[in-house]
């Protein structure tokens, strides 16, 4: 069986504890292969200097990383110096995202408004210098009108010059194939590879699932829920779901898994241990 291509997110650590503990957590699944490693900004009040930081550790251990960077607030010049940092530490993979709109914002002024926008500005500032990915959202994007409004902007993003794009997690994958299959309806064969989000605890899966717009079904959260403080048969119970989640998309075809680590090399090598990865 051909191997499946894997990548591997993580954010960046805001102490030299964090920095030591994520080096670890690397080094540990590099063992996996990665096509590439990204690294998030922003989220939790993140900056692009510890973003650009943690890139630059990655590409310094010979494996391929993308910053993330979201144009939300951003200006052309801001993002013009932006790819001038970028292409000077050697980076040729972004995640280019619009970003979480800060509380209060009322949007009329930014430069940036969608992704596709960023997007589009990467190719007119630097032609086919960087592998663009984008954000896809099988169960849609919570801001978004409908789904189809959803699909058309991620075809818009498409349209701007993406070359592959990354899910939102989900734990049901009829969400993804439905979203693929309609993306292909509209013309849009870029690969989209499934975010995959490891279950490792109960109440901060629920949350996190909540916040993004993700179902997390009810069998499963039920379930987690009886566990109450038994983290040993959460963690139990959640690898069990994501193998078979993954083993369901990896039948299926799908282009490649991108684990959302959350710095943690214990869960995504278990998983992928348990799948021949
Ligand atoms: P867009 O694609 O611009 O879409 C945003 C919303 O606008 C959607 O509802 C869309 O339907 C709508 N829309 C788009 N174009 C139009 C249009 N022309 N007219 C009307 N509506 C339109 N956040 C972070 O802060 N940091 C990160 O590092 C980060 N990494 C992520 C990685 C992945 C793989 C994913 C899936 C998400 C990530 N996010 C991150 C979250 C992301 O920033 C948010 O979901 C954000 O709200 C949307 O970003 P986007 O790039 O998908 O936006």
């Known amino acids: 069986m051909a191997k499946l291509p894997l990548s591997l997110e993580f954010f960046p650590p805001k102490t030299p504890e964090g920095v030591a503990r994520l080096a670890t957590a690397r080094h540990e699944l590099y063992a996996l292969k990665p096509e590439f490693c990204s690294v998030t900004y922003g989220a939790g009040g993140s900056t692009q200097a510890?973003?650009?930081?943690?890139?630059?550790?990655?590409?310094?251990e010979g494996v391929d990383a993308a910053p993330h960077f979201s144009c939300i607030g951003a200006t052309q010049a801001s993002i013009r110096e932006r790819l001038a940092e970028f292409r000077a530490a050697g980076v040729?993979?972004?995640?280019?995202?619009?970003?979480?709109?800060?509380?209060?914002?009322?949007?009329?002024?930014?430069?940036?408004?969608?992704?596709?926008?960023?997007?589009?500005?990467?190719?007119?500032?630097?032609?086919?210098?960087?592998?663009?990915?984008?954000?896809?959202?099988?169960?849609?994007h919570p801001q978004a009108r409908s789904p189809q409004a959803d699909l058309a902007a991620f075809a818009a993003k498409v349209e701007a010059g993406a070359d592959s794009a990354i899910t939102q997690m989900f734990f049901n994958s009829d969400a993804y194939f439905r979203f693929?299959?309609?993306?292909?309806?509209?013309?849009?064969?870029?690969?989209?590879?499934?975010?995959?989000?490891?279950?490792?605890?109960?109440?901060?899966?629920?949350?996190?699932?909540?916040?993004?717009?993700?179902?997390?079904?009810?069998?499963?959260?039920?379930?987690?829920?009886?566990?109450?403080?038994?983290?040993?048969?959460?963690?139990?119970?959640?690898?069990?779901?994501?193998?078979?989640?993954?083993?369901?998309?990896?039948?299926a075809g799908v282009p490649g898994l991108h684990f959302y680590t959350m710095n943690h090399s214990g869960p995504t090598l278990e998983i992928c241990r348990r799948l021949s990865l």
């Open 50 to 60: 510890g973003t650009l930081q943690a890139v630059q550790a990655i590409l310094a």
């Open 92 to 140: 040729r993979r972004l995640v280019a995202l619009r970003g979480d709109l800060p509380s209060g914002y009322g949007g009329g002024s930014s430069e940036f408004r969608y992704a596709s926008e960023l997007v589009a500005f990467i190719r007119a500032e630097s032609g086919r210098e960087f592998h663009i990915e984008v954000a896809a959202y099988p169960e849609m």
């Open 180 to 251: 693929v299959d309609d993306a292909h309806a509209l013309g849009v064969d870029i690969p989209v590879v499934p975010g995959i989000m490891p279950i490792t605890n109960s109440s901060g899966i629920i949350r996190f699932a909540e916040g993004c717009g993700a179902e997390l079904p009810r069998w499963i959260r039920l379930r987690l829920q009886a566990f109450g403080d038994d983290t040993a048969s959460i963690r139990a119970f959640g690898l069990d779901v994501i193998t078979d989640l993954c083993d369901q998309l990896r039948n």
